[in-house]
């Protein structure tokens, strides 16, 4: 998978995420405590000359029994340059679930050793269930892993009997085939599994900077372990209310994609895109009809893509716009898709037929289908009936056309197992030495949302509001003071005495 593909993926799913770990916290934590730290055994590996080094860290499928099976662990490093100043660890936690740390690290590593003025040994790895890792498989029908229909957007009506029966096929399957590693994807479990990688590398303390879902697994460390953390960098958080977890990321994406349209329609109407043959309207506030009218029009009649079997409809329309609001990188190619849609000759001839993101022209992986689906639903039990559903969507959809009833709808999680163990409360209880970043026109974390975890964290935290548009602020959008104020805490400690704003970079 691209490196553009697999993050414009994640991204999408980390907002709505769709469809259990059994593993007591107590037991599994006293267990887990008191089992010793593995060795990890460095290899060179990654890009010449970046001084990254790989290795495995055996962790416990199941906390409870630490000597029992075994799974695997892909861990990466990237040493300090300066041994005399070094800090400590700084864990990089991407996002997903789903998301690869030693794809990240990889990707960010050598620019955050620029940043963090190579104070720290950095360190990534995939969390079980991911890249090079011990995976779980749940045998999802092909056709139920495309992220079109692994989302699920309800019908061109409305309807959600097709989402039903799809919800609980796929929970049915992953019934059936999964086992207990899928029952051990959770985000427990990836706190446990990163303590246990704190005691591998020796160290008494990490330091951590998570991104969107790797934020929320980074706060539910610094609440179990918050004297084993040092500075902790939350980067595009979600509401941790414990009661909804994903399925609140997922209900807030309507207003999430709300927030960050007008930039995309800002940047489609602007006279810079003459130039370039995508300026689609005169005015922004001409462009939401001029999406919204086209993916009415494909819930009819869909027209072939440039991808063997996969057509555009409706629904295909409204994901390549979520996929893409993640990065204005993105907004040339949705530009393009919404012309070439409506392109009357795109019908006959094959070399003007619409290209889609690279997420939506291939099914997924039934690896990759596997964790997004299994982290959210076996972390928390998802409340509604079809009933319920049906009403909420149709609810959901009057208020927010841009995304159709899909954050309201049912998913495999109706259909999952009870999970036995809940999510730890977010509080206000430990160190301070949390910052917070979050953009102001987030598509899959809003702003409104990230407000709640720094509510949850009190005086823990201190917040940088971002005044631009995209998911994922540390040395992602280009934001110079957003990036000097998180590389500044890493450095040296330092917060703004109080939350904080940081304008925009254009």
């Excluded at 599994?193 to 610094?222: F, K, N």
Aim: hydrophobic content about 35%; overall charge positive; some cysteine.
């Amino acid at each position: 998978m691209t490196t553009y593909r697999r993050k414009a993926t994640l991204a999408a799913l980390s907002a709505a995420v769709v469809a259990g770990a059994l593993l007591p916290t107590a037991p599994a934590s006293a267990a887990a405590a008191s089992a010793a730290a593995p060795r990890l055994d460095w290899t060179p590996c990654g890009p010449a000359g970046q001084g990254q080094e790989c290795a495995t860290l055996p962790v416990p499928l199941d906390y409870r029994d630490p000597r029992g099976e075994q799974l695997a662990l892909a861990v990466t490093r990237i040493r300090s340059t300066r041994p005399d100043a070094r800090r400590g660890t700084l864990l990089a936690l991407p996002g997903g679930p789903g998301g690869s740390g030693v794809e990240r690290l990889t990707q960010k590593g050598p620019r955050l050793a620029r940043e963090t003025g190579g104070m720290y040994d950095l360190v990534g790895f995939d969390p079980r269930g991911v890249g090079g890792s011990t995976r779980a498989h749940c045998r999802i029908d092909e056709a139920d892993r495309r992220l079109v229909t692994l989302r699920a957007w309800p019908g061109p009506d409305g309807g959600i009997d097709v989402n039903v029966e799809r919800s609980r096929r796929v929970a049915d399957a992953c019934r059936r085939n999964g086992g207990p590693v899928l029952d051990s994807l959770t985000t427990a479990n990836q706190v446990r599994d990163m303590d246990l990688l704190r005691r591998a590398l020796g160290e008494r303390r990490i330091s951590v900077w998570g991104s969107s879902y790797g934020a929320y697994a980074a706060a539910q460390y610094a609440q179990k372990h918050p004297h084993r953390t040092d500075r902790i960098v939350l980067d595009s958080s979600g509401d941790p209310d414990p009661r909804r977890v994903a399925q609140g990321w997922l209900r807030d994406m309507a207003k999430g994609v709300d927030d960050r349209f007008p930039d995309f329609a800002a940047w489609a109407a602007h006279p810079d895109r003459d130039g370039e043959g995508l300026r689609l309207a005169e005015r922004p506030e001409q462009v939401r009809p001029l999406f919204l009218a086209p993916a009415a029009r494909l819930d009819v009649t869909p027209v072939p893509s440039a991808h063997p079997g996969v057509p555009v409809d409706g629904n295909v329309l409204r994901q390549a716009l979520q996929v893409s609001l993640v990065g204005d990188a993105a907004f040339p190619a949705l530009a393009r898709l919404i012309q070439a849609v409506q392109d009357p000759a795109a019908a006959t001839d094959p070399a003007r037929r619409p290209v889609l993101p690279p997420p939506l022209a291939a099914p997924l992986s039934d690896e990759d289908a596997t964790i997004t689906t299994g982290v959210v639903c076996n972390d928390v039990r998802w409340t509604g009936t079809v009933e319920e559903h049906r009403a909420a969507v149709a609810a959901d959809r009057a208020a927010h056309p841009l995304t159709a009833g899909l954050p309201a709808n049912i998913t495999p999680c109706a259909y999952w197992k009870e999970p036995a163990e809940k999510p730890t409360r977010i509080t206000a209880k430990g160190p301070s030495n949390i910052l917070m970043i979050q953009n102001r026109r987030d598509p899959n974390t809003p702003h409104s949302s990230g407000l709640k975890m720094r509510a949850a964290l009190g005086d823990r935290a201190r917040l940088v509001t971002v005044e631009q548009g995209g998911h994922g602020v540390y040395l992602g959008n280009g934001n110079a003071c957003g990036d000097a104020t998180v590389s500044r805490f890493l450095r040296t400690g330092e917060r703004p005495a109080e939350d904080t704003y940081c304008p925009s970079a254009d």
